[in-house]
Antibody, heavy 119, light 106 residues
């Protein structure tokens, strides 16, 4: 059964770079049928798509975040990663990784990890 | 950016009753719409995609309808486990979520 698990620091200082990794188990991240994505949710608020990646390395980013976001994939480790640069308190959120279908909806999600931006 | 507007913000319903949730797009998204359920402390769960196709394992009491700019999620007879927040998401042009509808016990 496919599972996704986010990992990374729970606290990041303002102006620094947030880095998270999503480990996929139960299936190969190199499956040609799927993309892999990141979504975030500020406390008590709604969902915001950050971006997606294919195993080949092809990426799509939310235009509103594109200048600060990098998503990469490591097929040997069955992982994909997220970096958000120059973070502020507005980047405080639960960050989810998820599997994205060819059509852009997400059918499987990780449990999420809270990242707080604070000095 | 396509803006997704969900209404109402909160819906109070008694167990066993029918719940109707609305989602409106600022421009046509064809049938490229998904619905998710999120319970406190949990990740969202896919309920519906393609506006009306139930995801794997989703009970038949959940149904989706609509196309273009107007969409509806109907829960035919609310069970205790259905009280949650529901989000719509368009994927016709990039990807955006609605603000959510909270379904609470009346």
């Amino acid at each position: 059964q496919l599972q996704l698990q986010e990992s990374g620091p729970g606290l990041v200082k303002p102006s620094e770079t947030l880095s998270l990794t999503c480990t996929v188990s139960g299936d190969s991240i190199s499956s040609s049928s799927y993309y892999w994505g990141w979504i975030r949710q500020p406390p008590g608020k709604g969902l915001e798509w950050i971006g997606s990646i294919y195993y080949s390395g092809s990426t799509d980013y939310n235009p509103s975040l594109k200048s600060r976001v990098t998503i990469s994939v490591d097929t040997s480790e069955n992982q994909f990663s997220l970096k958000v640069s120059s973070v502020t308190a507005a980047d405080t959120a639960v960050y989810y990784c998820a599997r994205r279908q060819t059509y852009w909806y997400f059918d499987l999600w990780g449990r999420g990890t809270l990242v707080t931006v604070s000095s | 950016e396509i803006v997704m507007t969900q209404s109402p913000g909160t819906l109070s319903v008694s167990p066993g009753e029918r719940a109707t949730l609305s989602c409106r797009a600022s421009q046509s998204v064809s049938s490229n719409l998904a619905w998710y359920q999120q319970k406190p402390g949990q990740a969202p769960r896919l309920l519906i995609y393609g506006a009306s196709t139930r995801a794997t394992g989703i009970p038949a009491r959940f149904s989706g309808s609509g196309s273009g700019t107007e969409f509806t999620l109907t829960i035919s007879s609310l069970q205790s486990e259905d009280f949650a927040v529901y989000y719509c998401q368009q994927y016709n042009y990039w990807l955006t979520f609605g603000g959510g509808t909270k379904v609470e016990i009346k």
